[in-house]
C-alpha cells in the first residue's frame, strides 16, 4: 500500500540538505542547503492520506511484527492542491471584533485555555524552546534526530537522518500551533493548503520537545493528515475545500475556540448593534444561559462529549442552539474515554449530582469566559451551592476542613491512558479530572 518514490523524496530533501549537521547559525540554514542525494535511503514511505487515516498498513512494523525503526513517513501529495479566498463565507469576524463593545469579557476570555488552544506560530505560542542546548530531539535510533530551528519569525522541524556514509536532513515549517499547553501542544505545516501534523511536538511536565501523543520513538512521521474535525474541536472556524480530507482555505480562519464557537458567527449581530447604538436588546446572536438545558449542554458537548463515532453533517456546520443529534452520533459506551478523553459529560451524566439536579450544566461549575484552571477552593463553592458540609460523610472526621477540596476526593485526577506520550524510552501519560462525581474507594481511605 505505501510507495517509495525517490523523485518526490527529492523534492522534500530540495528544501535543505545537510551533511554536517553540527552548529548552524541561523541566518545560514535557511539558505538553500546542496542537493542531497536519495541514494542509501531505503526507509522512506510515502503515504495518501486516505491510507494514513485508514491505518490500512501497520507500517510501523516489519513481516514479523518487530517496530520498523527508523521508517520516514512522509505525506503522498494529491493532485489538486490550491485553494485561496478573500473572506470567511459563514459569517465569522473573530474575538477582536466582540472587544469593540465587549472588552471586559473580551479582557478575560483572552487568558483561557479556549481563546489559546490554536495560534499562529510565534516565540510567544510555541512553549518548547530553540536554544543550543534544547533544541534537539534524540530518539532511540542513533540514526535519526530531530532539530528545532528559528529565525525571523519563522519556525521549523528539521529530521536528521544518517545513513552510514552521509546525513540527509528535511525540513517543515511550523504552519499552526495546537493546544494551550496544559499537557503540551502539537504543531502543524502547511503543504500549499494541505494539512499535516509535525512529528514533534511539547510535553508541559518535562518542558521539552517531544514524539507526537501515539507516535513512535525512532521513527519519523510527517504523514499523518489533519481532518477537519480536529480543528473544528480546536478553532473558531475554517473553511473547507472538496476534495481531501485535511484541504482549507488557507491564510483565512479564525483560530482559539472563541466567542462565536459558542454564540454563533458575529456578522448579523454586530451589524445590527452598530446600526442602532442606542439598542440595548441584543439581536442575532445566541445566548447559552438562554437556551433550553439540554441545548446548552449540548454547546459543550460538541467537543468535550467524548468520541463522535459518526458524523452525520460536516465539520463547522453545527451552530448553537442546533440539535446536536443531527450532527454527530456518540459512543453509547459510558466508560470509553473520547479525543484525548475529552469525555467530560458522559462521565458527568453517570452522577448523581447530574441526574437529580434537572437544571445541571457545565457552567454550573465553569465560568466561560475565566481562567479558573486549579482554584479549587472555587470549584468546592460551587459544590456547596448544593451541598452543606454535612452531606459530606466525612464531616464527621475532619470537619470545616473539607470545604476547600471537595475536588480531590470526589473527581480524582486520573492517568490517561489514550495520549500516552512516549519519548527517549519513556511513556507520560496525562492526568484528568474524571468527572464521575461519587464515592471514589481510593479516596475514602483519605
Ligand atoms: C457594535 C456593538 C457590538 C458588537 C461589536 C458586539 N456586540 Fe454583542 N451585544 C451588543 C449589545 C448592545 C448587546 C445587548 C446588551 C448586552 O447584553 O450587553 C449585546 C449582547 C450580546 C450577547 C448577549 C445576548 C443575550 O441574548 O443576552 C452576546 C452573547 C453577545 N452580545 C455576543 C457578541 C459576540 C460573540 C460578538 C462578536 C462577534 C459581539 N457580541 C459583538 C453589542 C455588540
Ligand atoms: C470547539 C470546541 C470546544 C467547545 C465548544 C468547548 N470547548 Fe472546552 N475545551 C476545548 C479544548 C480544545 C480545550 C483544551 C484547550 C487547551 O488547553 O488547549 C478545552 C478546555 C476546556 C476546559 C479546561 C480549561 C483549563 O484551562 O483547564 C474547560 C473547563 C472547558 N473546556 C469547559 C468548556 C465548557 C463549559 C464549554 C461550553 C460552555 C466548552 N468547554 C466548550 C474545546 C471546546
Ligand atoms: C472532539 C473534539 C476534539 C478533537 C477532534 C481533537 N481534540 Fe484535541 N483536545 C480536545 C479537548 C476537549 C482537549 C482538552 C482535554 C482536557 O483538558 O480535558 C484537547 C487537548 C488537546 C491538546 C492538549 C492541549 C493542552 O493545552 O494541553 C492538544 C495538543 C490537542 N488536543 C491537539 C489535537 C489535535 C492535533 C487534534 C487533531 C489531530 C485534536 N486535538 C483533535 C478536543 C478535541
Ligand atoms: C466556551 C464557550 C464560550 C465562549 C468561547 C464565549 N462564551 Fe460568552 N457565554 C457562554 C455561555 C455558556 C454563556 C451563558 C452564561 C451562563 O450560562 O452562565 C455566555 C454568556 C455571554 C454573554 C451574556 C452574559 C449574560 O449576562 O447573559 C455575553 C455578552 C458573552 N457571553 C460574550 C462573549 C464574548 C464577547 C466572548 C469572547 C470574548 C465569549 N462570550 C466567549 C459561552 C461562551
Ligand atoms: C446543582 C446541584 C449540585 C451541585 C452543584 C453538585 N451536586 Fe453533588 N449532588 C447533587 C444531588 C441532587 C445529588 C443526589 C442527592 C444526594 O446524594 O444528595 C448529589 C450527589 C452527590 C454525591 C453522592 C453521590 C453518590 O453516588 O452517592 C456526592 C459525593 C456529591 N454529590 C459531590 C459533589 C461535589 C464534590 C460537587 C462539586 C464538584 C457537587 N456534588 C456539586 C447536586 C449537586
Ligand atoms: C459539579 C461541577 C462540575 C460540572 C457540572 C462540570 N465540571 Fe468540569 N471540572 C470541574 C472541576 C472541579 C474540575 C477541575 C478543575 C481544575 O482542576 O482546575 C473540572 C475540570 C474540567 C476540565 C479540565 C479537565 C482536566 O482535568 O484537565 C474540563 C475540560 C471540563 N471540566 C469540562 C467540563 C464540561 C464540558 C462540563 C459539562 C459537560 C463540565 N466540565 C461540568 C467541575 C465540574
Ligand atoms: C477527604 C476526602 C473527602 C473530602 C475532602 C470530601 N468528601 Fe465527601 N465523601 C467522602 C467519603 C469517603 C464519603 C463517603 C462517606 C461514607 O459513606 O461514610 C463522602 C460522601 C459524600 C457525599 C454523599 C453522602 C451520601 O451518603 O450520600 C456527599 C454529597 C459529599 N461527600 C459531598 C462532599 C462535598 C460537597 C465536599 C466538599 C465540601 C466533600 N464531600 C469533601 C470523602 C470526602
Known sequence: ???????????????????VPLAFATAWWLQPGPQATTSGLTNVYFLPAETYMAGEVDFLRDESGNARIDSILLPELPQQNVATSDFLSAGYLGAQTCAECHQEYFDSFVKTSHFKTSAEPSDQSILGAFDDAHRVLTTVSENLRFEMLDGDGEFWQRLLYDDGQQTHGVEFQFGLVTGSGKVGQTYLYWQESLLYQMHVSYLSVTDSWT??????????????????????????YFEEVAGNINQFQRDNYVLGVTCEKCHGPGREHVAYHRD???????????????????????????????????????????RPGDRLDHFFTFSENMQATGVHSNSQLPRLRQSKCFQQSPDMTCTTCHAPHEFERGDLQLFSQRCQNCHDLPDCGKFGELGNTIADNCIDCHMPSRELEDIKISSQGADHAPLMRDHFIKVWPSTTAH
Open 1 to 19: 500500500m505505501f510507495s517509495e518514490s525517490p523523485s518526490k523524496l527529492r523534492k522534500y530533501l530540495i528544501m535543505a540538505a545537510v551533511c
Open 211 to 236: 514524539n507526537s501523543p501515539g507516535y513512535r520513538d525512532g521513527t519519523a512521521d510527517f504523514a499523518r493528515p489533519i481532518p477537519a474535525l480536529c480543528l473544528d474541536c480546536h478553532a473558531t
Open 276 to 318: 442602532h447604538p442606542q439598542e440595548m436588546t441584543a439581536h442575532g446572536i445566541v445566548n447559552p444561559a438562554e437556551l433550553p438545558t439540554e441545548r446548552a449542554i449540548e454547546v459543550c458537548q460538541v467537543c468535550h462529549g467524548g468520541t463522535p463515532v459518526a458524523m452525520l453533517q460536516p465539520a463547522f456546520s453545527f
